[in-house]
């Protein structure tokens, strides 16, 4: 899986490649700091019975793709469901974008230097 995070200075961009941009049909996603409400760090768990992949691959170990999840819009870029950023977003196109970075705990610093009022819970 190729993605990697840019963190601007009015949006996050999150850079896509290799087979999740083929299977996604995006190369990018920007992210306005304005349009985070929450970002959750840590786990997550994937509900089997309830997603609907819209485009992506899913196995036990890797997710990448659109889905939607009890009528909500997600996108999941992850291997490690146990190292995960997930930001809960307001008017976006994605109501979840669900992804690793190489280091989260620098990531989340940096998003809430430029809008402090954003909720975070580690989970």
């Excluded at 840019?6 to 049909?25: H, P, Q, Y």
């Excluded at 659109?66 to 819009?73: D, L, Q, R, T």
Aim: hydrophobic residues 40%.
């Amino acid at each position: 899986m190729s993605f990697q995070v840019v963190s601007n200075d009015n949006e996050l961009l999150l850079k896509i490649s290799g087979w999740t941009a083929a299977l996604t049909m995006r190369k990018e996603i920007k992210i306005p700091y304005t349009m985070i409400e929450e970002i959750r760090v840590g786990s997550y768990k994937f509900p089997w019975k309830t997603a609907v992949k819209r485009t992506g691959i899913t196995t036990s170990g890797h997710k990448a793709g659109i889905f939607m999840i009890e009528g909500k819009k997600y996108f999941l870029a992850y291997h490690s469901a146990n190292e995960i950023v997930m930001l809960r977003l307001k008017e976006h196109e994605f109501d979840y974008v669900v992804f690793e970075s190489g280091n989260n705990e620098q990531l989340v610093n940096d998003i809430l230097k430029r809008c402090p009022s954003i909720n975070i819970e580690k989970t």
